[in-house]
Structures are given as C-alpha cells and as structure tokens.
Nanobody, 125 residues
C-alpha cells in the first residue's frame, strides 16, 4: 500500500524558513519522480516544484524560484522542500506528490500517481 506523509509545516514569520518532508512507502522510491503543490484559501492548487528520479533535474514555479529548493534522499525514502525567505503569500496547504511512470514529473496535479494529505504552512507578516 502506497503512502505519502508530509511533515514540517507550521507558523513562521515573514523572512523565515521551513523544511517540509515527504516520507514515502509502498513502492521503490528511487523509481519515482517527486513534486510539491500548494493551495491557498480561495485559490486554485498550484505547482511548486518537481525533482526527477535521479535528482539531477529540478523545476520550480516562478513564484518560488531562488527561494525554495526541492531535494530527495533515496536512502530515507524521503523528499524535501526547503523554503527560505518566506512571504505571507506562501501561506497554503502544501502537498507532496509522486509519479511512478515518468522520469521527471510535470506541473499538473493529475499527471501524478500518488498524493499526500497536505501540511499547513502559515507565514505571518
């Protein structure tokens, strides 16, 4: 049974940092491309970042480029999202996703095969 579990969310002041973790189980993690999405209250869900099977390729939304870093540790079956210089507009529920069919996942939610339950990130001004 495949499971994704996000952790690391919380309340932080603007300019601060958080690191989200996504623990995966149920399939060979190294054969998955991973990604993060977010959804703010009253807004559509949006792509944040993606990382390839090998970890050699990454992609970011323009709104987080230069501030967020996606990474993976295959030995721990875990993906990460390091978020620096956080802004109030980064406030959202953050979701981890996994793709079992493509080397490098895209920016569309439904293209992924597995989805986590989400973790809340709140950035105060």
């Amino acid at each position: 049974q495949v499971q994704l579990g996000e952790s690391g969310g919380g309340l932080v002041q603007a300019g601060g940092s958080l690191r989200l973790s996504c623990a995966f189980s149920g399939r060979t993690f190294s054969m998955l491309s991973m990604g993060w999405f977010r959804q703010a209250p009253g807004k559509e869900r949006e792509f944040v970042a993606a990382i390839s099977w090998s970890g050699s390729s990454t992609n970011y939304a323009d709104s987080v480029k230069g501030r967020f870093t996606i990474s993976r540790d295959d030995a721990k079956n875990t993906a990460y999202l390091q978020m620096n210089s956080l802004k109030p507009e980064d406030t959202a529920v953050y979701y981890c996703v996994a793709d079992a069919t493509r080397h490098f996942g895209g920016s569309k939610w439904l293209e992924y095969d597995y989805w986590g339950q989400g973790t809340q990130v709140t950035v105060s001004s």
